[in-house]
């Protein structure tokens, strides 16, 4: 009789993990919305200039002409003393030289313009950040779920917030074969770093953090429910001692490694929390009780001489 309440819940638990076994899920990288601002100044100027003539011109000569004159002459020859009367003609020539004239006219005409512009302008950037979920699947496989590779998701030109709709996503087949979909989509990331002096010493302490929001939703494919959804926090730490002029420089791998790990033990735990997921029986019990921790501030550290 005891043998058989030993048994019972064991076998629950195969059970279980036969149902989850035959479940496929298909967890997609995490989207994120990105607005870029970038400063920008222009400065140009061009001119024109454009020149017309008119020219007038009259040839040189001479004008000649000639005209004819009649008169009446009545006169007595004082020599000859002769009485001469009748009439006579007396052609006149008209020789007149003129010069070449000449004349011209020029127009111009001169343009000229500046322009001079400065300000700010906004890009959105429609992407997915990549390899931050591969502890998050390695998590479900541990729990009995079989994965479904996802696509990358592409931003077209002119992209809106049509790229955050998993639901055509699924409507048009991108993660065919998946009983689950674990959509994420990045709410917020932050880097901060500090130097903090270590008293009674000439080392200081230099830290460096990642902090990363993402909001998560669980949707069944067969009905196109939310089963579940969560936000969590993740954070990447890459700490180092060394003097004043200290020329280390943050690894961003190790703080998006550590990150990573820490994000799928956060979605690990609010998936138990929703009840998609069953805890193992050995799995440990968080206490709302404060737990020691160690931290290397400079406050909590000591200089041994």
Same mark, same amino acid.
């Given at each position: 009789?005891?043998?058989?309440?030993?048994?019972? $819940?064991?076998?629950?638990?195969?059970?279980?993990?036969?149902? /989850?076994?035959?479940?496929?899920?298909?967890?997609?990288?995490?989207?994120?919305?990105?607005?870029?601002?970038?400063?920008?100044?222009?400065?140009? @100027?061009?001119?024109?200039?454009?020149?017309?003539? #008119?020219?007038?011109?009259?040839? /040189?000569?001479?004008?000649?002409?000639?005209?004819?004159?009649? #008169?009446?002459?009545?006169?007595?020859?004082?020599?000859? #003393?002769?009485?001469? @009367?009748?009439?006579?003609?007396?052609?006149?020539?008209?020789?007149?030289?003129?010069? #070449?004239?000449?004349?011209?006219?020029?127009?111009?005409?001169?343009?000229?313009?500046?322009?001079?512009?400065?300000?700010?302008?906004?890009?959105?950037?429609?992407?997915?950040?990549?390899?931050?979920?591969?502890?998050?699947?390695?998590?479900?496989?541990?729990?009995?779920?079989?994965?479904?590779?996802?696509? $990358?998701?592409?931003?077209?030109?002119?992209?809106?917030?049509?790229?955050?709709?998993?639901?055509?996503?699924?409507? +048009?087949?991108?993660?065919?074969?998946?009983?689950?979909?674990?959509?994420?989509?990045?709410?917020?990331?932050? +880097?901060?770093?500090?130097?903090?002096?270590?008293?009674?010493?000439?080392?200081?302490?230099?830290?460096?953090?990642?902090?990363?929001?993402?909001?998560?939703?669980?949707?069944?494919?067969?009905?196109?429910?939310?089963?579940?959804?969560?936000?969590?926090?993740?954070?990447?730490?890459?700490?180092?001692?060394?003097?004043?002029? *200290?020329?280390?420089?943050?690894? *961003?791998?190790?703080?998006?490694?550590?990150?990573?790990?820490?994000?799928?033990?956060?979605?690990?735990?609010?998936?138990?929390?929703?009840?998609?997921?069953?805890?193992?029986?050995?799995? $440990?019990?968080?206490?709302?009780?404060?737990?020691?921790?160690?931290?290397?501030?400079?406050?909590?550290?000591?200089?041994?001489?």
């Amino acid at each position: 009789m005891k043998l058989a309440h030993l048994l019972i $819940p064991v076998l629950l638990a195969l059970q279980c993990a036969n149902v /989850s076994a035959q479940q496929q899920i298909a967890v997609t990288d995490l989207s994120y919305k990105k607005e870029i601002r970038e400063s920008f100044y222009f400065e140009a @100027s061009d001119s024109k200039s454009s020149v017309s003539a #008119a020219n007038s011109f009259q040839a /040189s000569g001479h004008d000649r002409s000639s005209s004819e004159a009649s #008169a009446s002459v009545t006169g007595a020859a004082t020599r000859n #003393a002769a009485y001469v @009367s009748g009439s006579a003609s007396e052609k006149s020539r008209n020789d007149v030289a003129f010069q #070449a004239k000449s004349n011209s006219v020029y127009a111009s005409n001169n343009q000229s313009g500046y322009v001079k512009t400065y300000g700010d302008k906004v890009r959105v950037q429609y992407s997915e950040l990549q390899g931050m979920s591969g502890e998050v699947r390695a998590a479900l496989i541990k729990a009995g779920y079989r994965l479904i590779q996802t696509p $990358p998701s592409v931003a077209k030109p002119g992209q809106t917030d049509e790229f955050f709709d998993v639901v055509n996503r699924v409507k +048009t087949g991108v993660y065919a074969g998946a009983d689950y979909v674990l959509y994420g989509v990045l709410a917020g990331m932050e +880097t901060t770093s500090t130097r903090n002096a270590i008293q009674g010493s000439d080392v200081f302490i230099y830290k460096n953090e990642i902090n990363l929001a993402v909001d998560y939703s669980l949707i069944e494919i067969k009905s196109m429910r939310t089963v579940a959804a969560f936000t969590v926090m993740a954070t990447g730490v890459d700490n180092h001692l060394d003097g004043p002029q *200290s020329t280390y420089i943050p690894s *961003s791998a190790k703080m998006m490694s550590t990150a990573s790990k820490a994000l799928a033990e956060e979605v690990l735990e609010k998936l138990y929390d929703q009840g998609f997921l069953t805890k193992p029986a050995n799995a $440990p019990v968080k206490s709302n009780a404060p737990q020691p921790t160690y931290k290397d501030e400079p406050g909590t550290l000591k200089v041994f001489k």
